[in-house]
């Protein structure tokens, strides 16, 4: 280690001294480390290598001949300290300009820091898994409309891992919940069976015990794997929970392993079982809801993996044309899986938050270049009294410097509020639960510090050590300021300019949050109460006087209005309650048949009779059901408006019968109404063809309550979690919400991105508009003798006022029309973040343009005002 | 930066005490730059350990002010290592920086801080 880092910092000295003598330098360093090193501890290690270290740094050139290498250290030190002490009393004397100039760099930081807090702990942190990099997730895609889906069947993806030679592993997890009795009651656990290598993929390590064996997949002996976060909750971090048993639904299992509580995938988990093999089963193909993962091979390509996956999933097809069709399986590497969705948006707002630190940078900039006119004689006295070039930078450069650490100490304070904000609104972004002011984010604000005031200072640093120019600008102020002027000018167009491309794009996204909101539902959200239950288990009439039992006690709670159910409700996700999508293929009588396999196909719900209604989901056409569709009368269905739509073209499908396979004949169903189309998850996905079927012709253990309340449903949640448990203590509960919780979670994402998007964009509005105000006024401030002259010229206040309006105003275009190149070419980035509104469209950029232009008039018109008062006479005395 | 300071210039500022020992532990024997470490180490009592970066920033320096030189190494040595000796420069600046010491220390004398005054 120590030598390792002697040989780093050896860099730092020149090269030419470092191969004259690098090498004898480290042959020393090495036999003085061989004679005292062994007996030294840790302490003495330490110092010993500080030593050397301290010695390399100094010994690079520094005065070693003579006057002394610690004085000349000493002499540095003094001198920087001078600095900071000069640029401290200078910035104090001007409280107030010092005062904006640390608030924006403190903003610009804080919000840059947040930002990349949030990137840090989402997409940067090492991921859990034993080697990411090789890590594909798998699921089916049907090659012919390229439609993914959730998962794949684990009958394909064993069929994958025989043939494939590019992948180890390939397996599939099925997502299961297990009855755990706690206290008398049934809790419902979320598990994974996963098959024989899922586990082996992750290449995760229990934390305690082993993982399953091949022996475990085959034996079908009763085990699992508990995860650290139920053994801390519920078994008190017991740690001989492992080897003892564990009863779910009334079976007791041996606890094999404990597993890291970050492994949460392929989602949320307290308990992991061996899924053993099913072969031979051709019609568990379909059931392609699994995640499988796989390793790649060790030297194999993503592109060659995926050929060999084509390859296979061909010969399936081909082995089983009925199972299988339009076959592909679609290998992603884990980390695309995870935050494909995440990375676009945020490396988007850093982009933007980079931005704002731009602006905040140039606008503090600009500042100092016009506090370095006002300074211009003291710069040229300096200057005569023989400060050198250097000296002037220096003292430019420390004023920049002491306000930007100034800033980011403000900074990494904002940073805590950011990151309170950002859990707020984005609660369901991935690992957002590692997201924290930590190491690497102060190291990001100590950057950000940095570069902020290499930005703030180097310009005006630069400009103003010209010792000549000093002096000439030290003369009359008349033309003095100009080319500082012009440089404001540019730093000032440019602020405009990148605030209106945040501004376009903060628009754009809540053009697109407002279209969004604006999709029709289908259904009213407010005021429902959705519980999930999983009735299986149940016998002959059970399971009909459970829920009838649970419906009774349902209404019996104050402010539930009616209650029905249905197997999906819209909106519902694998989190809370979990969709059980199931399409089912079918044909219309009167029509001519399709070849096998390649029947219509339609997610089917089940439904109780007055569903519709609770739902607040309008019949279009025909009826619901009612309830004397029961077992005995004819089979009847209902179809939503897409299936009228695609299978009808529009014509009445009242009274067509609709056929859908039962064993190895085809069951009637009679279309008798039409419903609203609702939209299976959330405002912004696209209905899809339905058909529902009623509970009491043909029935679903998988059942969710739909209560219609007069009160806000989080009130009466409790009860009716009690009302189940009423009906049967043994009954678990799978999950509750409010829909409308739902929907909003569903949009947290956009929220979040608009959110974020527009605060930057107006602070950065609002530090373009501080910039042209303060660039006018001191324009302002340097023609008054100008402006004077002009009125006693006899020029009236109005075109005194008009001229520096217009000044203001021609700032603002130009930025303006830098602004609208820069969103043009900008914007297209955000294309997949926006809905039913074009990255260029032409109103957003209009009115934003408007708005940005009418604010650089505003922020003129202040100095504007003072300009107009001048009087001719004081104009003159000023000077 | 510095100007080379010649043997005649009065002025000259004190040597720090890292060259001054480095002159010194080469005035009997070219050596190698461990040499020198273990030698002023042995002559300090161990008072003064050398670090491989400050010597060898001091040997850069001095080289380039020419009061030392390589010297041919023995012919038994170690090739990686190389051998420094005092030029006749080096040797006169010790010898001035010797005096102005040996100077200080007699009036230190003279004026009763040290004992053993010297004789007027």
Redesign the interface.
Known sequence: MGMRLYRILLRAWPRA?RE??G???????G??WAEVGPALGPVGRARFWL???????????????????QEGMKTLLEGFRHDVRQALRTLLRRPGFSLVAALTLGVGIGASTSIFSAIHAVLLRPLPFGDSERMVVIVEQNRATGELGNGASAQNVFDLSEGAELLQYAAVADPYSYDLQVEGRAENIRAWMVAEGFLESLGVRPVLGRLFTAEDFISGDPVLLLSEASWVERFGADPDIVGSEIVLDGQARVVLGIMPSRLQFPGEVEVWTPRPPQPGDPGSRTAAYMPGVALLTPGASLEQAQAEADRIARSIEEAFPAAATDLSFRLTPVREYLFGDVRTPLWILAGAVGLVLLIASANVAGLLVARGLERAREFAVRDALGASRGRLIRLMGSEAGVLALSGGVLGVALTYGGVAVIRGLAPDLPRIETLGVNGPVLAFALGATTVSALLAGLLPALRFARPATALREGGRGQSSGRSGIRLRNRLVVLEVAGALVLLVGAGLLVQSFANVLDEELGFDPENRFALQVFAYGYEGNERVQFVNTAIENMMAIPGVDSVALTSNVPTSDDGVLAALDIDIPFTLEGRALPTPGQEPRAWTVWVSQGLFEVLGQPVVEGRGFRITDDANAPLVTVVNETFARRHFDGASPIGEVVRTPSGDSTVAWEIIGVVADTRPRGHASAPRVEIYRALTQSGSGNLTFVLRTSVPPAGIAEAARQAIWDANPDQSIWGTAALDDLLSERLAERRFNMTLLSAFALIALFLAAIGIYALVSYSVQMRRTELGIRRALGSPPSDILAMILKEGGLLGATGVVLGIGGALVTTRFMRGMLFDVRPNDPVALLVLSGVVLGVSVVAALVPALRARSIHPAEALRSE | M?PP?TTTDAS?????H??YHILLSLTAAPR???GI?KDVEDRTHGRLA?????????????RE?GWIEEAPAPADADR???YYALTEMGRDVLRLESERLAELVEMARNARVLPGSASA
């Open positions: 001294a004259e003598y090498d004898e330098m480290l042959d020393v360093v036999r003085q030593r050397q270290y301290t010695a390399l740094v100094r010994g690079r050139g520094a005065a070693t001949t003579r006057g002394g290498g | 510095v300071v000259q500022p004190p040597l720090t890292v060259v190698h730059g461990y470490i050398l670090e491989a970066g400050t010597l060898y920033g001091a040997i850069k320096r001095l002010d990686r290592r190389r």
